[in-house]
């Protein structure tokens, strides 16, 4: 078999080729951050960017939405954990596909972030007064 | 695509790499079985080859035979141990990070090792990951080795052989 040619002879990524951040807001005034594709090292300033706009101060409740994303690795988990701390409290509920949920539940974050399953659950998150929020397993003391 | 050797030794180029790696991860190398898929790739450090190093990772992960997760698991894994080497190895740009894995002669277990020559100026804690890439390598494998010297840094994943793997 003829050895495959060296990663290094090929032309290198370019991050839009990889993931697609795309920031919308809906009727309610919600703002949605939607990622598809792969979150790495390379893309990882993608979503930083989108998020550090969309939770400038005075802007409207903000969901990030990864349902779409099939790669998640440590830099990704960074900026969320840094875009979570920068907003207000329990204010930034991301949907996650179930391989970024495991990933979260690995590097151990989950309970550090706003987890919902649907983008419908985040923006009920969201819509709540403080008061009517249930408490989820991942808002809870364990 | 990963390769295989039709006598089962090891390549030169492999060879010649792993003489200037730690112990370990040399032994990982001498072990492997090259009659096996393995992966043998040296690429600049450029955060855009990322995604061609994880497609030829889950590929070899494929050939021998891990299951779902574990592949998972093992390009997640890979890709930590190559993203900290490209953010921290070469402050100044250029340099190389090489990508071995393999099954070895036992069959007990597949191994990933990232090697690099650089300085590693920038201290671990303050990566992007903040740390993140090595708690997850820990997670993610089940021995997870760091080396690091004056020719430079050198991690070592181990997964041992499960199901049919």
Same mark, same amino acid.
């Given at each position: 078999?003829?050895?495959?040619?060296?990663?290094?002879?090929?032309?290198?990524?370019?991050?839009?080729?990889?993931?697609?951040?795309?920031?919308?807001? =809906?009727?309610?005034?919600?703002?949605?951050? #939607? @990622? %598809? &594709?792969?979150?790495? +090292? /390379?893309?990882?300033?993608?979503?930083?960017?989108?998020?550090?706009?969309?939770?400038?101060?005075?802007?409207?409740?903000?969901?990030? =939405?990864?349902?779409?994303?099939?790669?998640? #690795? @440590? %830099? &990704?988990?960074?900026? +969320? /954990?840094?875009?979570?701390?920068?907003?207000?409290?329990?204010?930034?509920?991301?949907?996650?596909?179930?391989?970024?949920?495991?990933?979260?539940?690995?590097?151990?974050?989950?309970?550090?972030?706003?987890?919902?399953?649907? +983008?419908?659950?985040?923006?009920?998150?969201?819509?709540?007064?403080?008061?009517?929020?249930?408490?989820?397993?991942?808002?809870?003391?364990? | 695509?990963?390769?295989?050797?039709?006598?089962?030794?090891?390549?030169?180029?492999?060879?010649?790499?792993?003489?200037?790696?730690?112990?370990?991860?040399?032994?990982?190398?001498?072990?492997?079985?090259?009659?096996?898929?393995?992966?043998?790739?040296?690429?600049?450090?450029?955060?855009?080859?990322?995604?061609?190093?994880?497609?030829?990772?889950?590929?070899?992960?494929?050939?021998?035979?891990?299951?779902?997760?574990?592949?998972?698991?093992?390009?997640?894994?890979?890709?930590?141990?190559?993203?900290?080497?490209?953010?921290?190895?070469?402050?100044?740009?250029?340099?190389?990070?090489?990508?071995?894995?393999?099954?070895?002669?036992?069959?007990?277990?597949?191994?990933?090792?990232?090697?690099?020559?650089?300085?590693?100026?920038?201290?671990?804690?303050?990566?992007?990951?903040?740390?993140?890439?090595?708690?997850?390598?820990?997670?993610?494998?089940?021995?997870?080795?760091?080396?690091?010297?004056?020719?430079?840094?050198?991690?070592?994943?181990?997964?041992?052989?499960?199901?049919?793997?």
């Amino acid at each position: 078999m003829k050895p495959p040619r060296a990663a290094s002879e090929r032309r290198p990524a370019d991050p839009h080729e990889v993931l697609t951040v795309r920031t919308t807001s =809906d009727q309610a005034d919600i703002v949605v951050v #939607a @990622a %598809a &594709g792969e979150v790495d +090292l /390379l893309t990882t300033p993608l979503l930083e960017q989108a998020l550090d706009t969309a939770l400038r101060p005075g802007s409207p409740p903000v969901v990030v =939405d990864l349902s779409r994303v099939t790669f998640f #690795a @440590a %830099a &990704g988990i960074r900026a +969320l /954990l840094v875009a979570t701390a920068a907003g207000p409290r329990r204010r930034l509920p991301i949907v996650a596909s179930p391989d970024v949920l495991r990933l979260l539940r690995i590097a151990g974050v989950d309970k550090q972030l706003t987890v919902r399953d649907t +983008l419908a659950d985040a923006m009920r998150h969201l819509t709540m007064s403080e008061a009517e929020r249930p408490t989820y397993g991942n808002d809870s003391r364990r | 695509m990963s390769v295989r050797e039709q006598n089962g030794s090891v390549p030169a180029a492999v060879l010649g790499w792993s003489r200037a790696l730690p112990d370990l991860a040399c032994d990982v190398v001498t072990d492997a079985d090259f009659s096996k898929p393995y992966l043998y790739d040296q690429a600049g450090v450029l955060p855009g080859r990322l995604v061609l190093l994880r497609s030829r990772v889950l590929e070899w992960a494929h050939a021998v035979g891990l299951l779902e997760h574990d592949r998972e698991d093992v390009v997640m894994a890979a890709d930590e141990a190559l993203s900290n080497a490209m953010e921290h190895a070469f402050p100044d740009g250029g340099g190389n990070v090489t990508l071995f894995a393999a099954r070895d002669r036992l069959a007990r277990a597949v191994h990933v090792v990232v090697s690099d020559n650089g300085t590693w100026s920038v201290p671990l804690g303050h990566s992007r990951g903040g740390g993140m890439g090595l708690v997850m390598m820990d997670r993610l494998a089940d021995v997870f080795d760091l080396h690091h010297d004056e020719r430079g840094t050198t991690v070592v994943l181990r997964w041992a052989r499960r199901a049919n793997a």
